[in-house]
């Protein structure tokens, strides 16, 4: 198979029409028509069922959909990853959540800079599930992943961290003064509902709270009465005025990995990850 038409395929497969898939790949359909034809007969099976009205995939075609993205995941990687390593020079670019795990991450990076041989390191900060997908997709060498949350198959990981979850109110809320409280207890608030946060594909979780991006943001909301919500217990700390923490007896513990793709052999990223587990 060709890379064209695996691109030409996954954009039809997503648009579910034909003229749409076109317009989004900047060609006219009856080349991209022809090229799905070919891939079909290169496969030898049915990919996609045509109406009037849209595109279905078939069995073989929702397959080839999750494989053809994990494909042209890896050659678009393999593409950034080279061109920076050509047009940059050597360091690492590492990819976190803001306001996720901030004291750890300035540990590991100050023991990483103190290291012989340290090569630059640049940290950018995303929302919710990106740091993820920019691992993948190759703008990042290496991410700080949270489990259960963040899907860590694929990766080589080294384990961090763990810690448990807290509920984040409003100071002074009647639930902050108890020792702990259970998710059924948060979720069942009637004057603070749970954020929405953004799913990996850019759309966000359903409910009736406000759609929320990033720690900072859920913090101003909380603190504004707004909103209550279950997060890992470092993103909230004791110079959050106006906030109350209290521990969540059966939420899952987080787990903070440092992960990175399998066939990566940087040397830097070996010493970083060596220097990780030390710390």
């Not at 900047?26 to 290169?42: C, D, H, T, V």
């Amino acid at each position: 198979m060709e890379t064209r038409e695996l691109r030409y395929f996954v954009a039809v497969a997503e648009e579910r029409h034909f003229g749409r898939a076109a317009d989004r790949l900047g060609i006219a359909q009856p080349p991209l028509s022809r090229a799905i034809q070919q891939l079909e007969r290169r496969v030898g099976a049915r990919l996609l069922v045509r109406t009037t009205r849209e595109v279905s995939l078939t069995e073989a075609g929702a397959v080839l959909l999750a494989e053809g993205r994990a494909a042209l995941d890896a050659v678009d990687a393999a593409e950034r990853r080279t061109r920076r390593a050509a047009g940059e020079g050597p360091g690492l670019v590492l990819v976190s959540k803001a306001g996720a795990s901030e004291e750890l991450l300035a540990k590991l990076l100050d023991a990483y800079a103190a290291e012989p041989g340290a090569l630059p390191v640049d940290v950018e900060l995303c929302g919710p599930g990106e740091q993820e997908r920019r691992l993948r997709d190759g703008r990042a060498d290496v991410a700080l992943l949270h489990r259960p949350f963040d899907s860590t198959a694929g990766f080589d990981t080294e384990e961090l961290a763990s810690e448990r979850q807290v509920a984040v109110l409003p100071a002074g809320h009647p639930l902050a003064n108890r020792s702990s409280v259970s998710t059924a207890d948060v979720s069942a608030l009637p004057d603070l509902p749970t954020p929405r946060w953004p799913r990996s594909d850019g759309t966000y979780t359903d409910g009736p709270g406000p759609q929320v991006r990033d720690a900072a943001q859920l913090r101003q909301l909380v603190g504004l009465g707004r909103v209550a919500a279950i997060v890992p217990e470092s993103a909230v700390t004791p110079r959050h005025e106006g906030l109350a923490t209290v521990p969540v007896r059966d939420a899952p513990v987080v787990t903070t990995v440092l992960a990175w793709p399998p066939h990566s052999r940087s040397s830097a990223l070996a010493d970083l990850v060596r220097c990780a587990t030390r710390t």
